[in-house]
């Protein structure tokens, strides 16, 4: 099976741009969480979304927002970009109860 | 609040010496504990995982860890550490009943000397 995707793996935008992220889940998985990886704060829980609907929110701003698709493609998009959004954004898919969550390589977005 | 501490942020070994990360959790209930590697430039790999049963519970690449709930504690161990373990080291907790949100350590690199 083919691994979590997240397109792009690089970015480079503007304060006040916005940006969108993608990540294409494991075949067959249908929950998709999102986190950020900072060197200050660590990894950070963002949401997820589980057949299309957010299951699990993170104490982050509203500025950060996601959504399922149908084929479980899972999208995040930051608003109005601050330089602290500087990150890896790690993308990961699970499935069942139990689940284990397997991880995708990351976008790194670079705010200027 | 949930919390999990990795009291090492950078530990170096010699190669072929043996590896104890450390990890303790502050949650009340049955936690589910997981170890994850970060090469540089990539995503997380999962380790290991315990939910339940057996306390000790063995990985891949070597690796084992041991939940105990008197310490709360699941340090990660390896016998035998090889050039190719150098990355960082992550220990997790799922709160229960929240399936998708991990709470990380902040991390423990591990530097391998030849």
């Known amino acids: 099976k083919a691994g979590v995707t997240q397109t792009p793996r690089y970015l480079i935008k503007t304060r006040g741009q916005q940006v969108t992220l993608s990540c294409s889940p494991i075949?067959?998985?249908?929950?998709v969480s999102w986190y950020q990886q900072t060197p200050g704060q660590g990894l950070q829980f963002l949401f997820e979304?589980?057949?299309?609907?957010?299951?699990n929110k993170g104490n982050f701003p509203g500025r950060f927002s996601g959504r399922q698709f149908s084929n479980s493609r899972s999208e995040m998009n930051v608003s109005t970009l601050e330089l602290g959004d500087s990150a890896l954004y790690l993308c990961?898919?699970?499935?069942?109860?139990?689940?284990?969550?397997?991880f995708g390589p990351g976008t790194r977005l670079l705010v200027l | 609040a949930q919390s999990v501490t990795q009291p090492d942020i950078h530990i170096t070994v010699s190669e072929g010496a043996s590896l104890e990360l450390r990890c303790n959790y502050s949650?009340?209930?049955?936690?589910?504990l997981f170890w994850y590697v970060q090469s540089p430039g990539q995503g997380l790999q999962l380790l290991l995982k315990?939910?339940?049963?057996?306390?000790l519970v063995q990985g891949i690449k070597g690796f084992e860890a041991e939940f105990k709930r008197s310490q709360s504690s699941f340090n990660l161990r390896k016998p035998s550490v090889h050039w190719s373990d150098a990355a960082e080291y992550f220990c997790a907790v799922v709160p229960g009943g929240s399936q998708g949100n991990l709470i990380f350590g902040k991390g423990t690199k591990l530097s391998v000397k030849p």
């Open positions: 315990y939910f339940s049963g057996d306390t």
């Open positions: 075949s067959g998985h249908r929950s």
């Open positions: 949650y009340g209930a049955t936690p589910y």
């Open positions: 990961a898919s699970g499935n069942g109860d139990l689940e284990t969550q397997y």
């Open positions: 979304y589980f057949s299309e609907t957010q299951r």
